[in-house]
């Protein structure tokens, strides 16, 4: 639905006086989903190339719990980057400030819902005159 002229000069106004308060935008740009998935993203890069590092030099000096150490700290921060990732194109909702995400069914915590837990929905969705 379009906004009327009167909104979008109220909307324009509003924007901004926003982006005048620094304060306020950078409380705002630290609570950005994207943000924060691209410093996670950084910090897996570079713990993974420190895991890399270890390996390396865990090999050079012949001890072997040295690079199998390097070698965990690499998949973990792999494992932490790739979640992040996920994480990051999920559809979940993001709000500022927090993040909202889609209502769970209340049987399984799974990505399916129970047969039970569709057949409630349909029943809640149903039309007001079949009651």
Wanted: charged share 25%.
């Amino acid at each position: 639905m379009p906004l009327s002229e009167h909104e979008q000069r109220l909307f324009e106004q509003i924007e901004r006086s926003l982006a005048e308060d620094p304060k306020f935008a950078s409380a705002v740009r630290a609570s950005d989903p994207r943000f924060q998935t691209r410093r996670r993203l950084l910090v897996a890069a570079v713990v993974v190339v420190v895991g890399l590092a270890l390996l390396v030099y865990g090999a050079v000096i012949a001890t072997p719990p040295l690079a199998v150490a390097g070698f965990v700290v690499m998949l973990v921060a792999l494992g932490y980057g790739v979640q992040s990732h996920r994480r990051a194109q999920s559809p979940d909702l993001h709000v500022v400030g927090g993040t909202t995400s889609r209502r769970r069914p209340r049987g399984r915590t799974g990505r399916r819902p129970s047969i039970l837990d569709r057949m409630e929905d349909r029943w809640r969705q149903r039309p007001e005159g079949h009651r």
